[in-house]
C-alpha cells in the first residue's frame, strides 16, 4: 500500500524561527535524518518504507528549551513534498508504531484519500469518545488533492497542551486544506518534540521546524518587504515602525533597523559608528559598535552583527579578516602609523524569516 502522503510524527525538532501572530521567536538547529535510517532513504531523496518502521528525522540540537523570559506558543513542522500519492481508501491507523526505536503513538500525520469521488485531506488525531487515533477531513472549499503533484505540509502542535492544527498548501503557495479548530493529540506535547517521520512510498524535499514563542506586549511585524519579521513593542510612540516599517528615516535606515538597533531618537546625524575603545596595546586600536543601544534578541528576534572595515585608497576592505562579531564584542585592529587611516562599521542584521 502506498503511503506516501502520510506524514506520522511522535515528535518534531527544532530548525529555524517564526512568529506567530502578535508573537516574536526564538531558533534552534535543523533537522538531521536518524543515521540508522539513511540506508531506506534513496539516492534521490526518496523513500519506500513500511508504515510500521517509517525513515525517521531526528533533532539534532542538544538544547530544545525556550529561552528564559519567553513563552513557548507552539511547534511547527513544514515538510516539502512532491508526487503526492492519493490512498483509495483512508489508511487504517495503527495503535503504535516504531519511531526511531520507541514504541509510541503518532501524535500527528496529513495525508490524502479518496472519499465520494474526490481526494480529500485528512489529519489524524485523537477522537476521545472513541478512545482511539482517527481522521479528521480538513479539505477546503473544493482544493481536492491532486494525484502527482507537490504540496507543502504544515503542522502545529500547541505547547502544553493536547493540540494540533494542519494546513496544505500548493505550489502556488494557496491554503488548499487546513484544520478549523485546534484538533486533540494522543499525548501532551509540552515538552520539546524530537522525532519526525515519513512512511510509504514518495518524496520530500526540505523540512523545517520552528518554535513559536511568545514576548508580551510585542507585535509582529513583517519587514523587508515581508521577506523577514521583527517583534515590534506595543507602545504608542512605535506607532511608525508597525506601519511603515520600511520607510527611510532622517538618518537614512529604514525604520525596523532603527528600531533593532534602539536608535528611537532619529536624527539626521544620529547613525551607527565605530566607537574607539581605550586600550593598553601600542599596536593596536580597539573598536565598538557606537551610536546604538541594540535591543537584545528575545526583546526584537533579530540577530545583529558587525565588522569593521578601513579605507585602502579609493576602496573600503575588511580590516579584521571579514569576522563579524556581535553587537556588543569589540574588535582589536592592528594599528598603522604610517598612513592616515579612516575605519567605518558595516552592520549585518538578520530579522525572523
Avoid at 505540509?153 to 505547547?159: I, P
Avoid at 536624527?267 to 593598553?280: F, I, M
Amino acid at each position: 500500500m502506498k503511503l506516501k502522503s502520510v506524514v506520522f510524527t511522535v515528535a518534531l525538532a527544532a530548525a529555524s524561527s517564526a512568529f506567530a501572530t502578535g508573537t516574536a521567536y526564538l531558533d534552534a538547529s535543523w533537522f538531521s535524518t536518524n543515521s540508522t535510517q539513511t540506508a531506506s532513504i534513496m539516492p534521490n531523496g526518496t523513500f519506500d518504507t513500511l508504515l510500521t518502521s517509517p525513515i525517521v528525522i531526528t533533532n539534532d540540537t542538544a538544547s530544545t528549551a525556550a529561552p528564559v523570559g519567553l513563552t513557548l506558543d507552539s511547534y511547527k513542522i513544514t515538510a516539502y513534498m512532491t508526487n503526492l500519492v492519493v490512498h483509495a481508501t483512508l489508511p487504517a491507523v495503527p495503535a503504535a508504531m516504531d519511531i526511531g526505536g520507541s514504541d509510541k503513538q503518532a501524535i500527528g500525520a496529513i495525508c490524502a484519500a479518496t472519499d465520494d469521488g474526490h481526494n480529500k485531506w485528512y489529519g489524524l488525531y485523537y477522537n476521545s469518545t472513541g478512545g482511539k487515533l482517527d481522521w479528521a477531513e480538513i479539505t477546503k472549499d473544493g482544493n481536492y488533492a491532486d494525484e502527482g503533484a507537490p504540496y507543502v505540509f504544515v503542522t502545529s502542535f500547541k505547547a502544553s497542551t493536547k493540540g494540533v492544527t494542519y494546513s496544505v498548501k500548493n505550489a502556488g503557495g494557496t491554503t488548499v486544506a487546513e484544520t478549523d479548530e485546534t484538533l486533540t493529540v494522543s499525548e501532551s506535547v509540552a515538552d520539546a518534540p524530537s522525532r519526525f517521520a515519513f512512511a510509504g512510498t514518495g518524496a520530500y524535499t526540505n523540512l523545517v521546524a520552528e518554535f513559536i514563542v511568545s514576548i508580551a506586549g510585542s507585535t509582529a511585524v513583517r519587514v523587508e518587504g515581508g521577506t523577514g519579521m521583527i517583534a515590534v513593542n506595543g507602545d504608542s510612540i512605535y506607532d511608525a515602525i508597525r506601519t511603515n516599517p520600511d520607510t527611510q528615516a532622517l538618518n537614512g535606515l529604514k525604520n525596523w533597523v532603527n528600531y533593532v538597533l534602539g536608535i528611537d531618537a532619529v536624527t539626521a546625524t544620529t547613525k551607527p559608528y565605530p566607537a574607539p575603545v581605550q586600550n593598553n596595546q601600542a599596536s593596536k586600536l580597539t573598536f565598538g559598535l557606537g551610536g546604538v543601544n541594540v535591543r537584545a534578541k528575545d526583546a526584537t528576534g533579530a540577530d545583529v552583527e558587525y565588522t569593521i572595515e578601513k579605507k585602502n585608497g579609493a576602496d573600503w576592505e575588511s580590516a579584521v579578516g571579514g569576522e563579524y562579531k556581535s553587537s556588543n564584542s569589540k574588535f582589536d585592529v592592528n594599528a598603522d602609523s604610517s598612513k592616515v587611516n579612516y575605519y567605518r562599521i558595516k552592520i549585518r542584521i538578520d530579522p525572523v524569516h
